[in-house]
């Protein structure tokens, strides 16, 4: 007697499976293509919004907005921060990757008036002591050094 053979497997008419997966991979492609179109217009509108303001216009806005009343190591870390980033921005000069020493032995790369490169140079080591090595300031201090922020950033680009 011959051995019995097992049941031969019948091909289907319709291809479900290879159906299946042409559908998943249209739908992955499309989900694709739908996230590549969103995060392009998403980023026209982030860099319109950016470039309307300018580096004066913003920095006189957070000078505007900071407040003297609170702590002097934050207020002076902002006054910092503001003043940094619009010579930054205005002159296209990494400031905010340097340390006030760096700053202060490249005046030539500034172009400013040199008594209003030492006023700023003398704010930011006056913050650098304030932040760094805790020392107080009073508010009236704090106010007449916003006062001078200002003027550096008014008279930075004359």
Request: some cysteine; hydrophobic content about 45%.
């Amino acid at each position: 007697m011959r051995p019995l053979k097992g049941p031969v497997p019948v091909d289907s008419i319709f291809p479900l499976a290879l159906f299946i997966k042409i559908i998943l991979i249209l739908f992955f492609i499309s989900l694709m293509i739908f996230i590549w179109k969103k995060r392009e217009r998403s980023t026209q509108i982030i860099s319109i919004s950016k470039n309307q303001i300018s580096p004066y216009e913003f920095a006189k806005n957070r000078l505007l907005h900071l407040d003297s009343n609170g702590f002097s190591k934050e207020f002076y870390y902002e006054l910092s921060h503001i003043t940094r980033q619009f010579v930054e921005k205005s002159c296209y000069i990494g400031a905010l990757e340097m340390t006030t020493e760096e700053i202060s032995q490249n005046e030539n790369i500034f172009d400013m008036n040199d008594d209003i490169f030492f006023e700023w140079v003398s704010l930011l080591q006056k913050a650098d002591l304030i932040k760094f090595a805790k020392k107080s300031t009073p508010i009236t201090e704090m106010e007449d050094d916003k006062r001078v922020a200002f003027k550096v950033i008014e008279k930075a680009l004359n």
